[in-house]
């Protein structure tokens, strides 16, 4: 059909592309190009071919497609680890600041990073600002630390296990304290 229309003056030129399956199972693609020659005086002399080896291109090409693809899915799948982080922080946060009991959260230097509302309420402290960036010894300083028999409970031990003090309106206060170091979220 091409031919027919090369030969009729009404086609210049025919650019197409073709897979050949070659006796090792690997395809070889190529792309032809066929141009009719015309003598001066206006008759067809020759059809001039050409062929382009495209194998390594398209096999790029795929390559490249395979990548974008995986690309993509990488971005999915970190899209929705962020949605899924941001979901269980948000429900954490929130039965941090709803829960009863009193939940103080430091580093591994004893500086406080997070305090609920409750542990403030139980231990008498004041506003989250002002505990944020102490460390045990500055919140509590002036107070009294004794363990169940009793016994003075040295600073360098405290809150690593169970204990009661004396606060500030004399009364004395029953606390539990249960130390569980959680991984260096800055290291990972």
């Given at each position: 059909?091409?031919?027919?229309?090369?030969?009729?003056?009404?086609?210049?030129?025919?650019v197409y592309?073709?897979?050949?399956?070659?006796?090792?199972?690997?395809?070889l693609?190529l792309?032809?190009?066929?141009s009719?020659?015309?003598?001066?005086?206006?008759f067809?002399?020759?059809?001039?071919?050409?062929?382009?080896?495209?194998?390594?291109?398209?096999?790029?090409?795929?390559?490249?497609?395979?990548?974008?693809a995986?690309?993509?899915?990488?971005?999915?799948?970190?899209?929705?680890?962020?949605?899924?982080?941001?979901?269980?922080?948000?429900?954490?946060?929130?039965?941090?600041?709803?829960?009863?009991?009193?939940?103080?959260?430091?580093?591994?230097?004893?500086v406080?990073?997070?305090?609920n509302?409750?542990?403030?309420?139980?231990?008498?402290?004041?506003q989250?600002?002002?505990?944020?960036?102490?460390?045990?010894?500055?919140?509590?300083?002036?107070?009294?630390?004794?363990d169940?028999?009793?016994?003075?409970?040295?600073?360098k031990?405290?809150?690593?296990?169970?204990?009661?003090?004396?606060?500030?309106?004399?009364?004395?206060?029953?606390?539990?304290?249960?130390?569980?170091?959680?991984?260096d979220?800055?290291?990972?």
């Amino acid at each position: 059909m091409n031919v027919r229309q090369m030969l009729t003056g009404n086609m210049q030129n025919v650019v197409y592309e073709m897979g050949y399956a070659r006796p090792d199972g690997h395809m070889l693609w190529l792309k032809v190009t066929r141009s009719l020659v015309w003598h001066p005086q206006g008759f067809p002399l020759y059809f001039f071919s050409w062929i382009e080896d495209l194998t390594l291109q398209q096999r790029c090409e795929q390559e490249r497609d395979v990548l974008l693809a995986c690309e993509q899915a990488a971005r999915t799948a970190a899209q929705q680890a962020v949605e899924q982080t941001q979901s269980l922080s948000t429900m954490l946060q929130a039965i941090f600041k709803n829960v009863a009991d009193g939940i103080v959260v430091y580093d591994r230097d004893g500086v406080v990073l997070h305090i609920n509302a409750a542990a403030r309420t139980l231990l008498e402290l004041g506003q989250e600002a002002d505990c944020l960036g102490k460390t045990y010894a500055d919140l509590f300083e002036g107070y009294k630390r004794y363990d169940e028999a009793m016994e003075l409970i040295p600073w360098k031990s405290f809150p690593s296990h169970p204990c009661c003090r004396r606060s500030r309106s004399r009364s004395l206060a029953f606390l539990i304290c249960a130390c569980i170091f959680l991984p260096d979220m800055n290291a990972i």
